[in-house]
T-cell receptor
Framework: QQPVQSPQAVILREGEDAVINCSSS?????VHWYRQKHGEAPVFLMILLKGGEQKGHDKISASFNEKKQQSSLYLTASQLSYSGTYFC?????????FGAGTRLTVKP | DTEVTQTPKHLVMGMTNKKSLKCEQHMGHRAMYWYKQKAKKPPELMFV???????INESVPSRFSPECPNSSLLNLHLHALQPEDSALYLCASSQVDGSYNEQFFGPGTRLTVL
């Protein structure tokens, strides 16, 4: 079952923050976050495995709620390099389902 | 080496042609994947190989035929494709339990069917 992502698109100025949400109607084994720049392959950002988990690196972090039905990706003090399309994904038995994606544009 | 390579980068073929896409990784991953991605859409899973055996086939038409000759290589054989099959074809690999491991994606093959 494909997770639901929101918003569809975000436009930011450099230094602003953004939140991208990913939800499912049932509990997930895990949630994966990827970023894809135009014309390039998706690049892994992070995986969350446990309910209540929070993790991050640099100024990008993510959370997974206790029921494991919702995850949020937080981008703080955005940089131009953060522009791209962000996908969340859920995997069951190696069957990966991506959300529809959130197109993030960071402007100077 | 944390790279997945794909060849060719671009492919243009007619509806009667037979062609193959190739993917290679040397990270020791035993799960390999083919995805299809249309413009402004997420990647859609087509096939999964686990330990060189086909474990997932997402009801893909038979004009797409995957092959995993060994643990490092993955091919996608194409025959009698339709114009709507034009897309970016992505290969990926991971440790076997994909639920808990990241997938490494290759740069993709951009396919145009005339």
């Amino acid at each position: 079952q494909q997770p639901v992502q929101s918003p569809q698109a975000v436009i930011l100025r450099e230094g602003e923050d953004a939140v991208i949400n990913c939800s499912s109607s049932k509990a997930l084994y895990s949630v994966h976050w990827y970023r894809q720049k135009h014309g390039e392959a998706p690049v892994f950002l992070m995986i969350l495995l446990k309910g209540g988990e929070q993790k991050g690196h640099d100024k990008i972090s993510a959370s997974f709620n206790e029921k494991k039905q919702q995850s949020s990706l937080y981008l703080t003090a955005s940089q131009l390099s953060y522009s791209g399309t962000y996908f969340c994904g859920t995997v069951e038995d190696n069957d990966m389902r991506f959300g529809a994606g959130t197109r993030l544009t960071v402007k100077p | 080496d944390t790279e997945v390579t794909q060849t060719p980068k671009h492919l243009v073929m007619g509806m009667t042609n037979k062609k193959s896409l190739k993917c290679e990784q040397h990270m020791g991953h035993r799960a390999m994947y083919w995805y299809k991605q249309k413009a402004k859409k997420p990647p859609e899973l087509m096939f999964v190989y686990s330990y060189e055996k086909l474990s997932i086939n997402e009801s893909v038409p038979s004009r797409f035929s995957p092959e995993c000759p060994n643990s490092s290589l993955l091919n996608l054989h194409l025959h009698a494709l339709q114009p709507e099959d034009s897309a970016l074809y992505l290969c990926a690999s991971s440790q076997v339990d994909g639920s808990y491991n990241e997938q490494f994606f290759g740069p993709g093959t951009r396919l145009t069917v005339l």
